[in-house]
Every structure is written in structure tokens, then in C-alpha cells.
């Protein structure tokens, strides 16, 4: 049995699908077997039985409600990470947008942390912050950026390939592609302590998925833990938070951030739809528009102890660098990447997306590429140039992803 913030676990059945058939034959084999390609939400193929374990106990924790007596809040976003992360399945994305707003003040970008910023919480535990309960956008604000939710498949393959792979994509886009090359966002990881290249979120601010639990964990759901100790304060009022924080920090032991991080890190990658004539088509059409420049194919993994990890090669389609996206982008600024920067969308897992674009301002495909604009600017101008019978194959592989 294992603790976190004083409850018990105990083992409960899924319909998380053939992952259980394939832990219940590890159970009876000892080792990894064949099975079907995994489907969204299942594990990566060829987990052991310790490491199936890892997965169910990191998702169960993926899908248990906070209450305030765990310490949620006092402001936060959701009461559980499986309420925002659930399209199609656990593990997903939403179309659940979230706040952050600033200011520029002085030429430089101010996150406005004396008003709760840059990231509103739109929850509150008990009357914190009145009859609506939940932060609001202060008026002194000039910048105010939607974000959606983004999906997790596939993540522990991203979070595995070194940082000298993304920064050698880097220069090779500066020598061939110097008008649209990107740039790595070089960020403090907090669960290192090393400076490391961003990857993960719209503007590629945080390194690893272990960094990335912890921040979710506090900055969606008010839980402090060992990477990220201090209590958001509700509105930035430290009055407030001194009357509404009555859990002892760190409110997880860091138990809770470490499932979170190995559900993450085992959780396979979307699986790929019916490779067509049309679908081969559309991708050579694809690459032809310059788009596989930033949303670069194909990635490989470094060394990992968890085989199913190991020097694997993947299709998420984004070179995970910064791009500048001119009017595309959300006037927010993070780590090293200005407010016109973002991180190339992972294309991977697009069939189960109903709205697209850092903001979901986009119901399909062709309006999300349409409102391409700075560095993808030319790729977009060529796609409007685009006959019928081209604009259909070049969906159908999008589609296919």
C-alpha cells in the first residue's frame, strides 16, 4: 500500500482496454508479450510488469479528485488532472480554455504576480474571493491569452530525446531555413537544477514531464510539492491566502507528482489512421508547402532503462522549437520565448481534435492553417495556391495523424 497526503490506495478494475489484457498475461508470463498496437490511453508496447504497474498507479492518481482537506486551492482550475486531460480518452486533450494575461511595462513583459499572474485561477475554495469565487483579468492588463489544453500521448518519447537532437534541428533550420528557423527555449529545470531545452507547453517553458507535474499539480489544482513549495495566493493577495491555506505545505510529499510523471512518461503515442494512396499523396504535398520543416516527422530518443524508451524512433510531427508566428501568437512571454513565439504543435493524434490553435479559435483543419502568419506565413500563402483535388489529399493525411 502506498500514502499520499493521507489516503489509502487501494487496486481498482479499468476499461482503460487492452492493457489490461496484455498486464494480466505479464502477470501469468513474467515478461513482456505481443499484442495489438496500443490504442489512445493505453501504455507503450512492451512494458514489464513493474513498469504496468507504474502506469496504473500514475493513472489512477491522473484520475482522483483534490478536495480541500488534500490541499486543492485555495484558487485553482480543476479538481483532478483527467478533468481537463480527457479527449477521447484519459490522457487526452480538451477544448477547456485557461487564462493568462501581463502587461508590458518599462519595454519589458510583466507577468503582473502582485495581481495572481500571469496564469488565472478560475476556481476558489469556500468565499476566498467572493460570489464568483475564481480570479479575474485586473483591469491594468493589456495582454490576455487564451490556451487550451494539450493532449499527453506520447509524451515520455518527447521528454527522452536529448536536447542535442532539438538544438541540432535548430541549426540545421538556421543554415537551410534561416527566414523560419527556430529557436530552443534554454530553461531552468527545476527538477534537475540544469539548464535544459524546453519542450513541453505552448511556449516550450518547461523540460521534463517531472517539471511538468509539478508545476500542473500547483498551478491547476493549488497542490504545493517538494519541486514547487510556494502557494499561489489567491489574486495575489497574501491576506487571503494566510486565511484559506490550511493544509501544511507541501500538500503532496511528492508521491503524487511522481505518479503523475511515470503515467505520462508510459503512456503511448496516438495511434496512426489508414495509410491511403491519398494519405501518402497528402503528405508529399505536406512536405512540398515547407510544412515538415517545422513540424519535423520523425525523432529518436536517447538512452533510456525503461526499454520501451530505448533509442526509439517516433512521428509527433513538431520540431519542439520556438517559432515566431507573428500575429499567431499570444503576446504571453515565458522562459526565453517572446509573446510572438510559440512552440510548433505536435501534429500527432489530430484525428481526435475537435478545435486546433494554441486558443481552439480554429473548428477544423483548413482555418488552423489559414491563420498561419510570420514564420509559417509562406507555407500558408503556398496552401491557398492549392487545386481541390490537392487541398483533399492534403486533409486526408492530417486526418490520418
Known amino acids: 500500500m502506498r500514502t499520499s497526503r493521507g489516503r489509502g490506495w487501494q487496486p481498482r478494475f479499468t476499461t482503460c482496454g487492452s492493457w489490461i489484457i496484455f498486464g494480466l498475461a505479464m502477470l501469468l508470463t513474467g515478461s513482456a508479450i505481443a499484442v495489438a498496437p496500443p490504442k489512445f490511453g493505453d501504455p507503450l508496447s512492451g512494458l514489464k510488469k513493474d513498469e504496468m504497474d507504474l502506469f496504473s498507479e500514475g493513472r489512477e492518481d491522473f484520475m482522483e479528485e483534490e ?64 460570489k464568483n469565487n475564481g480570479e479575474k483579468v485586473p483591469p491594468q492588463a493589456t495582454i490576455v491569452a487564451q490556451r487550451k489544453t494539450t493532449p499527453l500521448f506520447g509524451l515520455g518519447l518527447v521528454d527522452n530525446v536529448p536536447d542535442s537532437l532539438l ?29 535544459r531545452t524546453g519542450r513541453f507547453g505552448w511556449k516550450a517553458q518547461v523540460a521534463t514531464l517531472l517539471t511538468f507535474s509539478g508545476d500542473a499539480y500547483l498551478n491547476e489544482m493549488g497542490i504545493t510539492n ?6 499561489n495566493a489567491p489574486q495575489g493577495d497574501d491576506k487571503l491566502l494566510a486565511k484559506y491555506d490550511m493544509v501544511a505545505d507541501p500538500e503532496d510529499d511528492g508521491t503524487g507528482v511522481h505518479n503523475f510523471n511515470n503515467f505520462m512518461t508510459l503512456l503511448a503515442p496516438p495511434p496512426r489512421g489508414s495509410i491511403t494512396k491519398d494519405v501518402r499523396e497528402g503528405e508529399e504535398i505536406f512536405t512540398s508547402l515547407g510544412c515538415a520543416i517545422c513540424h519535423h516527422p520523425t525523432l529518436t530518443t536517447g538512452p533510456s532503462s525503461i526499454p520501451a524508451l530505448n533509442n526509439k524512433t517516433f512521428q509527433p510531427f513538431s520540431d519542439f522549437l520556438l517559432h515566431d508566428m507573428g500575429s499567431l501568437g499570444d503576446g504571453i512571454e515565458q522562459g526565453g520565448a517572446t509573446g510572438s513565439q510559440m512552440r510548433t504543435a505536435p501534429l500527432w493524434g489530430l484525428s481526435v481534435r475537435t478545435t486546433f490553435l494554441h486558443d481552439g479559435r480554429a473548428s477544423n483543419l483548413p482555418d488552423a492553417i489559414l491563420a498561419h502568419d510570420g514564420q509559417g506565413l509562406t507555407a500558408q500563402k503556398l496552401y491557398t495556391r492549392l487545386k481541390s483535388s490537392e487541398l483533399a489529399k492534403l486533409i486526408a493525411f492530417l486526418k490520418s495523424l
Not at 480527457?86 to 503582473?112: C, H, W, Y
Open 67 to 130: 478536495t480541500p482537506e488534500d490541499g486543492l486551492g485555495p484558487v485553482f482550475n480543476n479538481v483532478s488532472c483527467a478533468a481537463c486531460h480527457s479527449n477521447p480518452v484519459v490522457g487526452g486533450d480538451s477544448n477547456i480554455l485557461e487564462t493568462r494575461f501581463g502587461r508590458i511595462k518599462r519595454t519589458q513583459f510583466d507577468a503582473m504576480s502582485e495581481f495572481g499572474g500571469s496564469l488565472i485561477q478560475s476556481q476558489g475554495i469556500g468565499d476566498c474571493l467572493g
Open 167 to 195: 538544438d541540432e534541428i535548430a541549426e540545421h533550420q538556421k543554415r537551410n531555413y534561416p527566414g523560419i528557423a527556430g529557436t530552443a527555449n534554454r530553461v531552468k529545470d527545476v527538477a534537475s537544477g540544469q539548464d
Open 226 to 231: 517538494p519541486l514547487f513549495p510556494t502557494e
